[in-house]
């Protein structure tokens, strides 16, 4: 009987723990453009949920505008990471002031698809 018991007793523990390696893809949800790429990606189902959910958050778009005097000029819609996005802001925020105006940027979030797929 007592083996039985050691069983039950670890089997949550190797359903739960174990590790799978998955690749992750980010695509843009109104054309399917490939914006961001996970090669590999290591941990438990819980950690992949996790990293999806982090890459969901992290990858937007965003588009600056300001007003030129002589008209509107427009980064365009653009997409990224994090790093990517927060520097064009930068860049439109600075080049604004540099023309003694201001930049206004508009972050559109829930714009892509995260699906990670075992390697």
Same mark, same amino acid.
């Given at each position: 009987? *007592?083996?039985?018991?050691?069983? !039950? !007793?670890?089997?949550?523990i190797? !359903?739960? =723990?174990? %590790? #799978?390696?998955?690749?992750? @893809?980010?695509?843009? #949800?109104?054309?399917?453009?490939?914006?961001?790429?996970?090669d +590999?990606?290591? =941990?438990?189902? #819980?950690?992949?949920? +996790? @990293?999806? @959910? *982090?890459?969901? @958050?992290? /990858?937007?778009?965003? +588009?600056c !505008?300001?007003?030129?005097? &002589?008209? +509107?000029?427009?980064? =365009?819609?653009?997409?990224?990471?994090?790093?990517? %996005?927060?520097?064009?802001?930068?860049?439109?925020?600075?080049?604004?002031?540099? &023309?003694?105006?201001?930049?206004?940027?508009? /972050?559109? *979030?829930? %714009?892509?698809?995260?699906?990670? &797929? &075992?390697?």
């Amino acid at each position: 009987m *007592r083996k039985p018991a050691r069983i !039950l !007793l670890f089997a949550p523990i190797l !359903l739960f =723990g174990c %590790t #799978k390696c998955v690749e992750c @893809e980010i695509k843009l #949800k109104e054309s399917q453009d490939v914006i961001g790429r996970v090669d +590999e990606f290591c =941990g438990t189902n #819980k950690k992949v949920e +996790e @990293e999806e @959910e *982090r890459l969901n @958050e992290d /990858y937007t778009c965003l +588009e600056c !505008l300001v007003n030129t005097g &002589l008209g +509107e000029a427009t980064s =365009g819609v653009q997409c990224g990471d994090r790093a990517f %996005t927060d520097s064009i802001e930068a860049d439109w925020k600075q080049g604004a002031f540099d &023309l003694g105006t201001t930049a206004n940027c508009k /972050y559109y *979030r829930d %714009t892509v698809n995260v699906s990670c &797929l &075992l390697k």
